[in-house]
């Protein structure tokens, strides 16, 4: 069975603190993903990632940064955490043969509070 | 410019009724993929179905079949014989080939309801 693996569901952080959220796949998938989600907007990219040390900004990379040593783990940091990073975090990864498409498979979630 | 477009923030069903999830994309790669998911209230995305562009048949998986119309950039999701397990939120996704490592890009999402 795919696994993405979040190490946290839920997540209580104070403003300012430096904040990790981790992900882990054991698929040895070449791509990976770092969405966040709030109610209306749906999945909006962060960051994803298309190789080790490989990263490229999504569509709202402000606030966070993305750390990927070694191929199974991509991580989000979030610099100095503010209230308007409260949201869902979802970290996905997918297989990216060459010409050809792949489905994500997703990780269960973060909830981060930031308070 | 959005590229992937749900415009119906929510539909209601009932049971053993069809139902289609509306879903417009954009773009100008020849080559992309098209995708829907489903987000039951515990959180998990589920995926359910693929199409790709140079598909020349409508993708069918089980009970969902995605209605591909290439010309009006649109790739609705046709949901058979509703149950009410089907209550979810539902994002219709696109992944496009124009250089490694493509990005996944989602909708706003639809919340389905689905009444006994």
């Known amino acids: 069975d795919v696994k993405v693996t979040q190490s946290s569901r839920y997540l209580v952080k104070r403003t300012g603190e430096k904040v990790f959220l981790e992900c882990v796949q054991d698929?040895?998938?070449?791509?990976m993903f770092w969405y966040r989600q709030d109610p209306g907007l749906g999945l909006r990219l962060i960051y994803f990632?298309?190789?080790?040390?490989?990263?490229e900004k999504g569509d709202i990379p402000e606030g966070y940064s993305v750390s990927r040593e070694k191929k199974e783990r991509f991580s989000l940091i979030l610099e100095s955490a503010s209230t308007n990073q409260t949201s869902m975090y979802l970290c996905?990864?997918?297989?990216?043969?060459?010409?050809?498409?792949?489905?994500?498979?997703f990780g269960q979630g973060t909830r981060l509070t930031v308070v | 410019a959005q590229k992937i477009t749900q415009t119906q923030p929510g539909m209601f069903v009932q049971e053993k009724e069809a139902v289609t999830l509306d879903c417009t994309y954009d773009?100008?790669?020849?080559?992309?993929?098209l995708f829907w998911y489903k987000q039951p209230s515990s959180g998990e995305m589920i995926f359910l179905i693929y199409q790709g562009s140079y598909d020349q048949q409508n993708a069918t998986e089980g009970r969902y079949s995605l209605n591909f119309q290439k010309a009006r950039k649109s790739a609705n999701l046709v949901i058979s014989a509703s149950q009410l397990g089907d209550s979810a939120m539902y994002f219709c996704a696109m992944r496009e080939v124009n250089q490694a490592g493509t990005a996944l890009i989602f909708g706003k999402g639809t919340t389905l309801s689905v009444s006994s």
């Open positions: 773009t100008s790669d020849p080559s992309y993929g």
């Open positions: 698929m040895d998938h070449e791509n």
């Open positions: 990632s298309y190789d080790v040390k490989m990263k």
């Open positions: 996905a990864s997918s297989l990216s043969p060459q010409g050809a498409l792949t489905e994500a498979f």
